[in-house]
């Protein structure tokens, strides 16, 4: 039985498109054990897509991007019987090496993959390091890839696949710590981006946070240990801590921000 996505209320008709080709992949992974995957999908894509999930109640899918920790992940939607194989996802690494004086950026790469006339959608993460960069794609592009792209930018390139994990680029973070008189977006926005509560839900109100990926309407939400969010123009964080409260019944927590 089709059941209804009303709940997911007024989102883009984008979003819509997309929540309505998750629950025809729940039906055809429960109805006719059908396995499926999804395009790489960002942090508020993997969002509605749980909502989704829940709502069929579906439980047999996993989010994998290449490796752990990666941010855009490909959804797997498994029947019944099925059990879910990180290598049986439509993803494939690829390292490309240059010389160390080279300084290439993420977005060196990206342009380079877009002048393909490859979709976004089919490009995962993009690790820079010293030397060497990991692109994370879906089969399809990947094969094209190397096909194709003998340089990035005017710089030479050799590609192998695969990755060497312990060669990734490490994430490094700088601590933010404070106190919040309660655990609302806006008070949490505030201490992140160093401005006032009524800067921070200027902020809210021009659509500049997100939370999970997801645009942020309500100053008022309250966040958890764990939650990511970003502020256009500041930066991404992590709400990584809630610690003790001072006399004056504050709370100290601790952020991090992805540098």
């Known amino acids: 039985m089709k059941k209804t996505l ?3 209320g007024d989102i883009s ?18 109805e006719r054990y059908r396995d499926s995957y999804t395009f790489f999908l960002g942090e508020g894509s993997q969002e509605l897509a749980r909502k989704v999930l829940a709502s069929q109640q579906h439980e047999n899918f996993a989010f994998f991007g290449g490796y752990e920790g990666a941010d855009r992940k490909v959804l797997g939607i498994f029947g019944e019987y099925s059990l879910p194989q990180t290598e049986d ?3 494939k ?6 010389s160390k004086r080279e300084k290439l950026t993420h977005r060196d790469f990206l342009g380079a993959l877009m002048s393909m006339n490859v979709a976004r959608e089919t490009v995962g993460d993009i690790l820079v390091n010293e030397g060497s960069t990991t692109v994370f794609l879906l089969n399809t592009a990947a094969g094209e890839a190397m096909r194709t792209i003998a340089k990035i930018g005017r710089t030479g390139v050799q590609i ?10 490490e994430q490094k973070f700088s601590e933010i710590t404070g106190t919040v008189s309660s655990l609302r977006a806006d008070c949490i926005v505030a201490l992140a981006a160093r401005c006032s509560r009524t800067k921070a839900e ?9 939370v999970k990926g997801v645009p942020l309407t309500d ?12 502020v256009r123009g500041h930066g991404k964080y992590i709400f990584s801590k809630i610690g003790g409260s ?7 927590i601790e952020l991090k921000k992805f540098i």
């Open 89 to 91: 996802f439509p993803v």
């Open 6 to 8: 009303a709940f997911l």
């Open 246 to 252: 001072t006399k004056k019944e504050r709370t100290f």
């Open 202 to 210: 200027q902020l809210i109100s021009a659509g500049s946070v997100s």
């Open 219 to 230: 100053g008022a939400k309250k966040l958890s240990e764990g939650d990511g969010f970003s």
């Open 13 to 30: 008709d984008e979003d819509r498109i997309f929540a309505n080709s998750v629950a025809d992949k729940v039906r055809a992974a429960q």
């Open 160 to 169: 192998n696949e695969g990755f060497d994990e312990d060669s990734l680029p």
């Open 93 to 98: 690494a690829l390292t490309f090496t240059y």
